[in-house]
């Protein structure tokens, strides 16, 4: 059974930055594409940023240029740099494997990031 733990919320400033990670409990190497989603109060989880089991990477509009996702398939952890911050980035932030071949999600417990000042 796949775990997956973030780490790395907090509070910052309004232009700061932040680091999240997500440690996976089982290989992700070629079988999962990791996602990061976040869900402020009130609103529904969005999809961030993803990055596909061979690198690809792609990101909601509000955070391109912004944020980065990386992989390190090594160490079964998933990466979500942020920069530029803004209040309305403010919410729990939650990692997600999805299985290629059985289409399984699963997900972490939740970081929260407040951005304020």
């Known amino acids: 059974q796949m775990q997956l733990v973030e780490s790395g919320g907090g509070l910052v400033q309004p232009g700061g930055s932040l680091r999240l990670s997500c440690v996976a409990s089982?290989?992700?190497?070629?079988?999962?594409?990791m996602g990061w989603y976040r869900q402020a109060p009130g609103k529904q989880r969005e999809l961030v940023a993803v990055?596909?089991?061979?690198?690809?990477?792609n990101y909601v509009d509000s955070v391109k240029g912004r944020f980065t996702i990386s992989r390190e398939d090594a160490k079964k952890t998933v990466y979500l740099e942020m920069n530029s911050l803004k209040p309305e980035d403010t919410a729990v932030y939650y990692c997600n494997a999805h299985h290629s071949i059985s289409y399984q999600d699963y997900w972490g417990q939740g970081t929260q990031v407040t951005v304020s000042s």
């Open positions: 089982l290989s992700i190497f070629k079988i999962y594409s």
């Open positions: 990055i596909t089991s061979g690198g690809s990477a």
